[in-house]
Structure formats: structure tokens, C-alpha cells
């Protein structure tokens, strides 16, 4: 418990057995239960991730935001104070996490983010780069905010987060996240921190062609959907419902 407020992590995992070990040892003590989603891993994450003593998630249909959802989902059984969030693959500094949770804690924002600075020349891609500037753009055009990334560590509050009534089920989870927490009039900070290349095995969108266009045709499609909604958020949560996890 970190200053009184319990906190979860929600990491998505698809095939990332060989960098869980390492992303594992860098959890902070602030976090008080880490949350692996195995989303439709043929390795053993879910294994990996039961050993280094992670509570495991299944969702075996792929999507990011899919994964994201079945964690909130578990969650709901006994809410924490604070959802995090988090790539599995090495790529955050999960050690700087406490930055983003003290702001949040300190009541200086409702929602943070991490800004990815690479530390390494290779720690994104050319596709990343251009997707993060045109999207962020885009965002300033409809409302007035100016992000400067679209990193995927982030946290809010509990009750933050159910306001904003997540959906997207793939890669524009985090976009979506960002442009209703505009809508819901929530405090934004972002914070600069270091951004590594993936710590083991392959990228599944930002190395590949085919994959950066899927996510940048989703991203954008997100950006016009919220746009063309208004200020209005959706009345039920989520787009599509989950089926039930298992227990």
C-alpha cells in the first residue's frame, strides 16, 4: 500500500516469456498486485508470469485493448484506488512508475502518462514516431490539448478510469484513453521518462509494415470516431461486452 492507496498493474502479454523475467524484477514496491493478461500466448508467459509471482489473466482473443479490458475486468471483484498500466516487453522503466503514482497520490493530476524519451537509438521506430506526432496533433486540432506521447505507462483512479467507459478492444486502447480523459475534464500530466528497447523476442506492430499501418488506421479511426461524438462518452461501458473470465 503506497500511502494508503492501493494500486494494481495491468500488464498485456502475448508471447513475452523471455522478457518477463527481467520486466518482473523491476516492479516497484508501490504496486500491490501485478496483473499479467496472457492475450493468446503460444509461449509460457502465463507460466513465467504465475512463477515470478504475477496473478495471471486469460484472454485468448488478441487485442490490446481486449487484454486491458479482461484486467479491469478482474478487477472489478475488489477495485483498487489505482490502475496502472504497462507493456510487458521491457520497453517502460517499470522502476519509475512511483513518479507517475505520486502525482496522482499528491493530488496534482487525475490522470498521468509517461512520455517516452528513447534512451536508446533504436527504442522506436520510425513508424512510432511519425504515428505518435500526427496523432497528438490531431488531438490538439479537436481539443485544444496538446500530448506529447502515447506511451502506454499510465495511470488514474479507479473511479477516474470507470468514468471515462473504455471500449476499443485493440490498438486505440490508449488514444481512446487520452482523448475521454480530455472530455471528462480530468487534470492531465505527463511525465518524461527513459524508454528502452523491448527487453526479448519480436515486436508485434511497431517493427513490422503491415503492423504499423493496422495501428495507425486504428489510432486514427479512434481520433475521428470521439471527434464526431462530441463531448459525449459512451452510456454503457465498453463497446462490446467480454464474456466472463475464468476464475
Request: glycine fraction near 8%; charged fraction near 25%.
Amino acid at each position: 500500500m503506497y500511502q494508503g492507496k492501493i494500486i494494481s498493474l495491468i500488464m498485456p502479454a502475448r508471447n513475452e516469456a523471455l522478457a518477463l523475467p527481467r520486466v518482473l524484477t523491476e516492479i516497484p514496491s508501490e504496486i500491490d498486485q501485478v496483473l499479467i493478461v496472457d492475450n493468446g500466448s503460444t509461449d509460457d508467459t502465463a507460466r513465467i508470469g504465475r512463477l515470478c509471482g504475477a496473478k495471471v489473466v486469460s484472454e485468448s482473443i488478441a487485442g490490446y485493448g481486449r487484454a486491458c479490458l479482461a484486467g479491469i475486468q478482474t478487477l472489478e471483484e475488489n477495485p483498487p484506488d489505482i490502475v496502472a498500466f504497462a507493456d510487458a516487453d521491457g520497453s517502460d522503466d517499470l522502476s519509475r512508475l512511483p513518479e507517475l503514482l505520486a502525482t496522482l497520490v499528491n493530488g496534482q493530476a487525475d490522470f498521468v502518462l509517461a512520455r517516452r524519451i528513447p534512451s536508446e537509438p533504436d527504442a522506436m521506430s520510425i513508424q512510432q514516431r511519425f504515428g505518435n506526432k500526427l496523432a497528438t496533433l490531431l488531438i490538439y486540432m479537436f481539443w485544444g490539448h496538446l500530448y506529447r506521447d502515447l506511451g502506454p505507462m499510465r495511470a488514474i483512479p479507479w473511479g477516474s478510469l470507470k468514468k471515462l467507459r473504455m471500449g476499443d478492444q485493440n490498438y486505440g486502447w490508449t488514444v481512446e484513453m487520452q482523448i475521454r480523459a480530455l472530455k471528462s475534464g480530468l487534470r492531465i500530466r505527463e511525465h518524461p521518462l527513459p524508454y528502452r528497447r523491448r527487453a526479448a523476442g519480436l515486436s508485434k506492430v511497431s517493427r513490422t509494415i503491415s503492423g504499423a499501418m493496422r495501428a495507425g488506421t486504428k489510432i486514427l479511426s479512434v481520433i475521428f470516431r470521439e471527434a464526431i461524438s462530441g463531448t459525449d462518452l459512451p452510456s454503457t461501458l465498453g463497446d462490446t461486452p467480454l464474456r466472463e473470465q475464468p476464475k
